[in-house]
């Protein structure tokens, strides 16, 4: 046992650090000091290292918050096991004891004192972990070979008995980190997909700019190409495209057949009046001979053979020019029949192609068929100064009526919406399927007070008229919000503020409506 006093001590280490010619600095002192007083050599405390780690740690729950605190304060003591103690517990793991079987408290039970015990860790619990994983597998795609063998690695060691938990910590932390560069990844791709298939839906339409057959169909694959993208909305857009490519196809068909008989008959009319130039020819080269007959003529009896060829070519040229007239009126007669079919053709094309700018469930205008109503609304505001009212307006418990239902009592439900407001709405209104259970309404001429009054009368409307499923009446309400558009703002801000507008009222209650 050392018993020299400090003082003695602090002596004999000044007379060494001399004598060996040692500068005076803390680290020399303290090893030359700790050499003399037989004591371990203990590392300097790096307190403003520590302190950057601590100032870098979030501190979002009252968890984090708390170790935070703790481990400042065993900076400032200069303690190393408050240190270590402060920054396992920051980390999620009880500072007492690491090993398998101790207790693991996350950042965020830590913040409510609740602590979860090892043997809570079940075999069933970390089986519904790997199942988690298993159904997120197909969305992360398999072109990643390393990355399908490290996710098959860890369910095998997360289905072993007895696993062992820190090792699967580990895995799962390592996973976890492959898992957000495969998440972000297949993002990437789907957002360069839907790039890629916009330039090929805008280049065909390039391609085919007097082609109003197809107009339908461009607008209706970057409507449904936009996000949000969902299987239901999808498969709606397909049958609408098929059935209108159906019926474009066979429209286009009669079109080409009705213009090849146009066609056939031109040809004809062209060839009638080949044959009548052909006949004026021949009968004025038959009167100037017979004129000239009659020039060279002595007696009467020298003039009658010509007079009688002259009647006989007149009465030929006559009947050929009545069938001529015939067969041309009803040549003129059969173009008008064709020009009126070709007429009625390019009409149904004009709706059929119509068509895709509606939701094939409501009837509504759907996104894009929104975009150039709007446009066409704002154009109108500013081109006369006139006041222009959007309203959005969101079903309320929609969610709760599809599960109790079922889809197709809500796919009624709105439709029976979309029915009612139309029959409530004027002439000039215009309705549209937002998504969802969202509908817009535009409301031209109309101020804000106005607006709002009639989202009032259309609330007034549903509850009069019940929707009737198999189980009975069900009400049915919505949350609006109304705006006004404001001189300097484009239609879709003002969308975004009646849809602010319906969140408050949401929040202030349901069915009622709210003004921006």
């Not at 009968?283 to 007959?293: D, I, M, S, T, V």
Request: hydrophobic share 40%; aromatic share 4%; charged share 25%.
């Amino acid at each position: 046992m050392n018993d020299k006093t400090p003082f003695d001590i602090a002596r004999e280490t000044l007379r060494q650090l001399s004598a060996r010619k040692m500068a005076p600095t803390p680290a020399n002192y303290q090893v030359i000091y700790s050499s003399v007083a037989g004591v371990p050599i203990e590392p300097p405390f790096p307190v403003d290292r520590l302190r950057d780690i601590a100032q870098a740690l979030p501190t979002k729950t009252p968890g984090q918050q708390k170790q935070r605190g703790l481990l400042d304060s065993a900076i400032g003591q200069l303690n190393w096991d408050g240190v270590k103690n402060a920054l396992m517990a920051y980390g999620g793991f009880s500072p007492a004891a690491p090993a398998s079987g101790s207790a693991v408290m996350s950042p965020a039970l830590a913040s409510t004192g609740a602590s979860v015990a090892a043997p809570a860790l079940t075999a069933d619990f970390f089986e519904q972990i790997a199942r988690l994983i298993e159904y997120a597998q197909p969305a992360l795609g398999t072109d990643d070979a390393r990355f399908a063998e490290q996710t098959e690695t860890l369910l095998q060691a997360m289905r072993q008995p007895g696993a062992d938990v820190p090792a699967l910590k580990s895995m799962l932390g390592n996973f976890g980190h492959r898992l957000s560069f495969a998440a972000e990844e297949q993002a990437e791709i789907r957002v360069t997909l839907l790039k890629l298939l916009h330039l090929i839906i805008e280049n065909i339409g390039e391609l085919s700019l007097d082609d109003r057959w197809l107009t339908g169909q461009i607008e209706a694959l970057k409507a449904a190409s936009m996000p949000p993208l969902t299987l239901r909305r999808l498969d709606d857009v397909e049958r609408r495209l098929k059935d209108v490519i159906f019926k474009q196809t066979e429209a286009k068909g009669r079109a080409l057949e009705a213009q090849e008989e146009m066609r056939q008959l031109l040809a004809t009319f062209i060839e009638r009046l080949s044959q009548m130039t052909e006949s004026t020819g021949a009968y004025q080269g038959k009167l100037e001979e017979n004129a000239r007959l009659i020039e060279q003529a002595r007696t009467i009896a020298d003039i009658a053979p010509v007079l009688k060829d002259v009647v006989g070519a007149t009465r030929t040229m006559a009947r050929d020019s009545l069938t001529v007239r015939d067969e041309l009126r009803d040549m003129r007669e059969k173009a008008q029949v064709k020009e009126a079919e070709l007429a009625k053709l390019h009409q149904e094309l004009d709706r059929v192609s119509a068509q895709a700018r509606h939701d094939p469930l409501t009837g509504a205008l759907n996104r894009k068929g929104l975009d150039e109503s709007l446009a066409r609304e704002v154009a109108n505001v500013r081109r006369k100064d006139v006041p222009l009212c959007l309203a959005l307006l969101d079903i309320d418990n929609f969610k709760k009526l599809n599960d109790t239902l079922g889809h197709a009592t809500g796919d009624a439900a709105l439709t029976h919406l979309a029915t009612v407001a139309r029959e409530v709405m004027r002439p000039q209104d215009t309705l549209a399927r937002y998504g969802g259970e969202e509908f817009v309404i535009l409301l031209p001429d109309t101020p804000l007070e106005n607006g709002i009054e009639a989202m009032l009368r259309l609330q007034r409307e549903l509850t009069r008229r019940f929707f009737l499923t198999g189980a009975g009446k069900v009400l049915i309400t919505f949350s609006a919000g109304v705006a006004q558009l404001a001189s300097d703002e484009s239609g879709a801000d003002a969308i975004k503020r009646a849809d602010q507008a319906m969140y408050l009222a949401k929040r202030a209650g349901k069915n009622r409506v709210v003004g921006a």
